[in-house]
């Protein structure tokens, strides 16, 4: 198999595997993410922040930022369609977002071996200015996201 073949079947096992977790991932569904971007080791999921999500200060929920960026997080981490779970994440939050406002979480693998990954996240809203930075350890546990044909 050449390289761009072996590069165009990951491409296609990622957008197979996404694809899968999404249609079982009720939560992110609910809060209205879309998976936008999809390659192994990353993941871009958008999310529009609604006036259900703001919090007593009147900016979103640091809890749904996030939530935001842990399922970039996890689409990114079984993107290579291996069954991995959350080890350890943590979250700064740089910036308010609020009602209406468009959110962007980009996920890239900095790291990865048989068992562990290390990915961070980026947060950004509409005008590409920051709300958090998240860092998420992955443990891979047994069996593929989706079955391969």
């Given at each position: 198999m050449?390289?761009?073949q072996a590069s165009?079947?990951?491409?296609?096992?990622?957008?197979?595997?996404?694809?899968?977790?999404f249609e079982r991932d009720r939560a992110s569904q609910a809060l209205g993410m879309r998976l936008t971007d999809i390659a192994p080791g990353r993941a871009r999921v958008s999310m529009t922040v609604r006036p259900d999500m703001l919090n007593g200060h009147?900016?979103?929920?640091?809890?749904?930022?996030f939530a935001l960026a842990?399922?970039?997080?996890?689409?990114?981490?079984?993107?290579?369609?291996?069954?991995?779970?959350?080890?350890?994440?943590?979250?700064?939050f740089l910036a308010a977002a609020g009602s209406g406002d468009q959110l962007t979480a980009e996920a890239r693998e900095l790291w990865r071996s048989r068992r562990n990954g290390i990915?961070?996240?980026?947060?950004?809203?509409q005008r590409g200015e920051r709300i958090a930075f998240f860092r998420g350890r992955s443990h891979r546990v047994e069996g593929p996201v989706v079955n391969e044909e």
């Open positions: 050449s390289d761009s165009a079947a990951a491409e296609r096992r990622a957008q197979r595997a996404a694809a899968a977790l009147g900016s979103c929920h640091g809890g749904l930022v842990d399922s970039a997080f996890a689409f990114a981490c079984n993107s290579h369609n291996e069954a991995t779970v959350a080890a350890a994440a943590a979250i700064d990915y961070e996240i980026t947060v950004t809203n």
